[in-house]
């Protein structure tokens, strides 16, 4: 560490690896250490959820690689909170020696913002894993089509954060789906895993348009699909393929 002091720290012991806890731009932030004969230089970032279904981002953390997170103060990707995990990344890199660019872990609303960050700030991001995303807000949180376990007070949290109707969200273009020709043409590594039986964020409605996208184009690209299985649990089948993934891509 550089310029934080220990009376700014918290420590924890996170399954045997050191946790730190600050505060960044007013915000609690998480860095969870490897063993430092391991340590491989790289990050991951778990843009959402910290503490939810940890079982990739931990083996992550025991294969060698620091564990990032900056809490966001509406889970919905706003300009300013995406803006804020790229200050907090370029902090970060320099704060622990990491290697510039991080894998970023995106459950849900959390796959969304990984897809706004790579398409806004894509020197920054190296590669994604894509779980059950958000990516199409007519769907999730709009409940426009068929995805019953959306809730109204999840919409209600949209609103407030981006400030548009249902009525204007008909005419919104800021999608994550509307930026995936621009992800796809920086040819960055994507692990997609979703669900068949997804009633909060459809993979018919959100996910499906990332695979029509990406068939054909020279890009590293894998779909898991876990058959019969629902918006939860997150988390790939086996988290050593998708590490492997990665490091070979």
């Given amino acids: 560490m550089k310029t934080l002091k220990e009376e700014n720290l918290v420590r924890y012991d996170n399954q045997g690896f050191e946790q730190l806890e600050f505060t960044f731009l007013g915000k609690k932030c998480i860095v969870i250490l490897p063993k430092e004969a391991n340590r491989n230089g790289r990050a991951i970032l778990k843009t959402e959820y910290f503490g939810a279904f940890p079982s990739l981002q931990m083996e992550f953390v025991r294969q060698g690689y620091t564990l990032l997170f900056i809490e966001n103060r509406n889970r919905w990707g706003t300009a300013s909170e995406i803006d804020d995990q790229a200050k907090f990344l370029r902090f970060a890199f320099e704060e622990f020696d990491i290697?510039?660019?991080?894998?970023?872990?995106?459950?849900?609303?959390?796959?969304?913002?990984?897809?706004?960050?790579?398409?806004?700030?894509?020197e920054l991001v190296l590669g994604l894993y894509l779980d059950a995303p958000v990516m199409n807000f007519l769907s999730c949180p709009g409940g426009l089509g068929n995805a019953p376990e959306t809730t109204e007070a999840m919409w209600q949290e949209f609103e407030r954060a981006h400030?548009?109707?249902?009525?204007?969200?008909?005419?919104?273009?800021?999608?994550?789906?509307?930026?995936?020709?621009?992800?796809?043409?920086?040819?960055?590594?994507?692990?997609?895993?979703?669900?068949?039986?997804?009633?909060?964020?459809?993979?018919?409605?959100?996910?499906?348009?990332?695979?029509?996208?990406?068939?054909?184009?020279?890009?590293?690209?894998?779909?898991?699909t876990k058959e019969g299985v629902g918006h939860h649990p997150h988390g790939p089948l086996d988290s050593a393929k998708v590490i492997a993934f990665f490091e070979n891509n």
């Fill in 99 to 122: 290697e510039p660019g991080v894998i970023t872990i995106g459950m849900s609303c959390g796959g969304m913002i990984s897809i706004f960050l790579a398409t806004k700030y894509p």
């Fill in 163 to 224: 400030g548009i109707t249902k009525r204007e969200l008909l005419l919104y273009r800021e999608h994550p789906i509307d930026k995936l020709d621009l992800l796809i043409s920086s040819k960055k590594p994507i692990y997609l895993a979703y669900g068949t039986a997804d009633l909060c964020v459809p993979f018919e409605e959100n996910a499906i348009e990332l695979v029509r996208r990406c068939e054909g184009k020279d890009i590293p690209f894998v779909v898991e």
